[in-house]
């Protein structure tokens, strides 16, 4: 039960993220180009950003330390790749695979929850789980620590900004399971509503703490556009939303329409099937 | 399945729970394998390097700025 599961939402995750990938080059390319261009407009003029491109950097070439963008002035560094495949094949190869796994865990979490979340179906349970994953994953920890374009960003941060990103991810889901879990303990005292609230409160508490305790980071260039930043993480935004929002439906709609079936292989004690 | 005798409530094909041991061994590996997923799209050659060299990183350099990991 729970690998078919696990199999169907890989398989709704690498369809989400088919249909991210779309949103991606529509409307997330156009601002990552412009941010590239403004990289290296200022690369040209003087103005470093970042540590100083001119230093040689052969040495430390296996540790991804220069951005190649910021070798273009100093032309270097070869390109590994071309814009056109960073923006093309990678992108789409990055959104497929993050797609996979976020659609596995998220089909994992439905296999626990089915059942003991009230009396939800399964294209309801689904859709709640998505929006409270998407909720935990991104948007919450996204008013802390925002996606950032190319540009944004001091190298030298890189191991204390990606230790931050990962824990305040990984707190803000484990805060959201665990208002879940009260919600559900308290909904027989107190009625669904009010221990949904109830639920809800202690997650905004933990993330409002959170937000409060973990460290500030604004590495945004004094002359980066404004308006440009805005355009980008609206983007990122847009991208999750797509994403979780096509796992949740998909999801619940496969598992809806297979439920009948599940529930008679189930009785006759065989596995059911992916479909 | 083991449920059958849940509040009125509940419509006429309930969900059957699955059991925590049911589970377990498929959060511990299929998870361990979706985390290492989406450490590769996010943070590999980044602030942790499995394998040297900057193809990953610079391969999925777009997806991991627009799903907002911390990159360079």
Redesign the interface.
Known sequence: ???IY?ARGMLIGILAGLLAFGV?TLI??PP?ERAIAFEAAQATGGHEHHDAAATPDTVE????H???HDAQAADEEEE??SRG???G???L???L??G???G??FA?TY??A???M??L??RG?AAILALLGFLAV?LVP?FK??????AV?N?DS??Q???L??ILLILSVAAMAAAVVTARRLAARWGTWNAGLAGGALFLAVMIAAGYALPEVNEVPETFPAQLLWR?RI??WG??AALWAALGLGFGWLCERA??RD?QA?RRGDGPALF | MAHATTHSGTPAVALPVISAAELLPWAVFGGLLLVLMVYFVGAEQGATSLIQGREVHEFVHDARHLLGFPCH
Do not use: C, D, K
């Not at chain 1, 070439?61 to 991804?64: L, R, Y």
């Not at chain 1, 620590?145 to 190319?150: L, V």
């Open positions: 039960m729970v690998g696990l991606a997330g390319e990552v070439a296996g540790h991804s220069h951005h190649h590994l790749f495949t960073q923006g094949w990678g992108l190869t990055g959104l695979v993050y996979a796994a976020v596995g865990m994992l296999a626990y089915q059942g003991r009230g009396t179906g399964p349970l991104v996204a620590y925002p996606a950032n374009p190319p960003g190298p890189i191991q900004r990606t230790a990103f990962f980008f983007a990122s991208i999750h439920q009948s529930l189930l």
